[in-house]
């Protein structure tokens, strides 16, 4: 009996808990906003800003404004990737939200320009200042949401990564080396380069990559077919350096991207400038470059053609009655050092030896400091418009546009009580001043 009442007892318990769950979900308030990832482009607002990142491990979210050129011709763009995003391994959605509108959470998010791009991962923001195109977005997208560093256990799996990475970031890989020793530099660079660790490769790949006993970490540019391979110590500062140092070519081409890579690395610039970086001699002279490059590690190479940015050259003097090329060591700011002796390379001389006697001068400091003569380095990497300029531009305008007219009302009030004849009557002369308060000129203006 006593168990029957038992099973009674917990029968009615769990009616009791079935009618106070579905009583819960019946009037639970709904939740605020629903998103899902089926590869369309998301619109945002400040009500539901904060749900969709909570809601998605990776979203990039376009911040734009409806009367931004840039803003309409990225739109298609991401509607055309957003797809291909989110049927990823790891999905990435897109968004996009009105800045212009919802100002209050752009400051927030520390947008002064459009559009701007920013990947949030887990709710914190990376800003993406990659390529814009369609597949090479998809390429820059994907490898900031990969491992930050990736494990291969074969030769394809080597061949395959490397392929993947594509030609845009630095390729690092730790060859029969621990992966605990470059994990650290692997989530530090995430955004600048892709790390991965190999074991039990071929001889094949050891030839492909150029080095001959392990451990040994491979630095790879693919989009200037350079390598470089570091043997140790793998530790402290011997390992940070390599790393750091191999984010660039061994001789940079200057120009719009590579400024900005230069912005992160404190080496001073030894800057070759030439008449023209593609004719003959400008190649052959790079290579001479590539090679002092590869003694002087704690100095970068780079080289620019005056065809190529003359704008940029003007800024260290350069005219059509400089003897080029001319090389000096650019502090990436607003000063410059030449080379007593040393500021050009004859075409018709051992150019290497030269290089060699400039290198030797500027370590001994035999050095001329100069300034620029045009926007500092800073200048250069800031030199696009954003939006708090273009909202000061809009106020001095509107501003003086005011000021226009109240002047040219206050001329007009002269004028009239000037032509006013002293004959009018008070009621006459109350009558035009009340016309005169209210002109068709006003409203049009």
Not at 352 to 380: D, H, M, N
Request: glycine letters at 4%; one cysteine or more.
């Amino acid at each position: 009996m006593a168990t029957k009442e038992r099973m009674a007892v917990a029968v009615k318990s769990l009616v009791i808990l079935f009618c106070a769950r579905a009583w819960y979900f019946d009037f639970r308030p709904a939740a605020a906003h629903q998103f899902t990832a089926d590869g369309t482009v998301i619109e945002l607002n400040d009500s539901n800003f904060d749900s969709a990142l909570s809601s998605f491990d990776h979203i990039l979210v376009d911040f734009y404004a409806p009367w931004c050129g840039h803003c309409k011709r990225l739109s298609p763009v991401l509607d055309a990737v957003a797809p291909v995003l989110a049927n990823l391994n790891q999905p990435i959605v897109i968004a996009k939200i009105d800045a212009d509108k919802y100002r209050k959470l752009a400051s927030k998010h520390e947008i002064d320009g459009f559009p701007t791009l920013k990947l949030f991962v887990h709710g914190i923001p990376i800003e993406y200042t990659g390529p814009r195109k369609p597949e090479l977005l998809i390429r820059f997208l994907k490898k900031y949401v990969a491992p930050d560093v990736s494990v291969l256990k074969s030769d394809s799996a080597v061949y395959n990564f490397v392929d993947e990475a594509g030609k845009h970031f630095p390729i690092f890989i730790g060859f029969g080396l621990d992966e605990s020793l470059i994990a650290e530099y692997g989530k530090r660079y995430k955004q600048k380069a892709w790390f991965a660790v190999a074991d039990d490769v071929s001889e094949e790949v050891m030839v492909a990559y150029d080095f001959d006993k392990t451990p040994a970490l491979v630095a790879i540019h693919p989009s200037y077919n350079e390598q470089s391979v570091f043997y140790g110590p793998f530790e402290g500062e011997f390992l940070e350096d390599f790393i750091r140092q191999n984010q660039l070519p061994l001789v940079v081409p200057i120009k719009s991207e590579t400024l900005k890579l230069l912005n992160n690395d404190e080496r001073k610039v030894v800057l070759t400038i030439v008449d023209d970086e593609l004719n003959e001699k400008s190649l052959k002279l790079i290579k001479i470059l590539r090679s002092a490059a590869t003694a002087n590690r704690d100095l970068v190479f780079a080289y620019v053609g005056v065809k190529q940015w003359e704008d940029f050259v003007d800024t260290f003097d350069v005219n059509k009655n400089t003897k080029l090329p001319k090389v000096l060591v650019w502090d990436r700011n607003d000063e410059y050092l030449l080379v007593e002796g040393s500021e050009s390379l004859d075409d018709f001389e051992d150019q290497r030896s030269q290089l060699s006697l400039f290198l030797e001068g500027f370590r001994e400091g035999r050095t001329i400091k100069k300034g620029i003569s045009g926007p500092s380095f800073i200048g250069f990497i800031n030199s696009l418009v954003g939006m708090k300029t273009v909202y000061l531009i809009v106020f001095l305008v509107a501003f003086l546009m005011v000021i226009q007219k109240l002047a040219k009302q206050g001329d007009e009030v002269r004028y009239r009580r000037e032509t006013q004849s002293e004959a009018q009557d008070v009621n006459a002369s109350s009558k035009s001043t009340d016309q005169r308060d209210y002109q068709p000129s006003d409203k049009e203006d």
